[in-house]
């Protein structure tokens, strides 16, 4: 059984541990009923719970021995190779296949399990069957190809995904909106895919926007301005509560040009910004202002828009 964090609410999702144990419990339970009529398409769970189990909540997109802190992404996933190869088992059960992998690798090392390990050796089998809650792959070279072949959809479908994201990431911003979480002064709207949208906070909007007039008069420090922060009580939505915003994020939200009404059109390192459909908390101008304000304090501050004319921008602050 396997889950990966990412893959949603535990009491909501369908790949669950808990769901996916009972799924596996039910389907040795049907296969009493399925042995009245064909004894020898049945099989009966002779294991110890807690041994002949594998559970792991983890993703299977990487091969299972990739390292990670020096430890293997999947080690219950290895531990059941392992015991595998070492005669343990006749059947591999899993829900379905993408529980088992999602990678060329890994997919190969277990349809490797249905091949003989010793072609001398008539019963050398480490596998009789890999088997899902409808299927059962067998060591046929027929049922060796239609197991590889449909764990590598499993794969295809997961990289389809993985593109058809992001080609939608970069089509809300192209069109001026807001892809990911709204920053702090600002919140996400409405519920269906395709027509969310980002508007100003109705609390949190015109208190940032008092911090932004501190930063901008050139005389306050960054103490004060996080002082302030906390005597207006900014919140923010983040790790799944609502809290107080940090000093770290009030100094990334002045370096952040989202606030000038742009969004980042491509990739952040093109730092190429077009017109959002959100509301402007500062004007260019003011953003621009802000940025030599903090070089002078030695703050980290952003680049200079090379879009705009500096000579104006000098101007406009000079006279604002």
Known sequence: MR????????KHQKYSLPRQEKDIERYFENQK???????????????????????????????????????PKRPEFLK???EIHKGRFDILVCTELSRLSRNAVDTGKIVQLLEPQNPRKKDSLPLLQVRTLDKVFTTTP????????????????????????ASGL????????????APVGYMNCGEEKNSKWVKD????????????????????EFKDIFKRRKELGIIHFWDGEMRLVSPTQIRQMFVNRYY?????????????????DHPEM???AEFEKAQLIQQKMGRSYCKTNRTHNIGDLIKEIATS
Not at 170 to 180: A, I
């Open 170 to 181: 970069r089509r809300k911003r192209d069109d001026g909106g807001t892809p990911g979480k």
């Open 80 to 82: 059941m190779l392992k």
């Open 33 to 71: 009923v399925i042995g009245e009529n064909d004894p020898d398409q049945r099989i009966v769970w002779k294991g110890e719970r807690g041994v002949d189990w594998f559970s792991e909540d983890e993703s299977a997109k990487v091969p299972a021995d990739t390292m990670s802190g020096g430890e």
């Open 282 to 284: 500062v004007t260019e």
């Open 201 to 220: 906070h109705p609390e949190n909007f015109d208190k940032c926007r008092e911090l932004w007039d501190m930063l901008l008069t050139g005389e306050y």
């Open 3 to 10: 889950k990966s964090s990412k893959e949603g609410d535990e």
């Open 260 to 276: 000038t009404g742009k969004v980042l059109k491509g990739k952040k390192e093109d730092d190429i910004w077009q017109d959002g």
């Open 142 to 165: 027929t049922d060796k190809f239609t197991l590889s072949l449909f764990m590598s959809v499993a794969k295809f479908e997961n990289d389809q995904r993985g593109k058809n994201t």
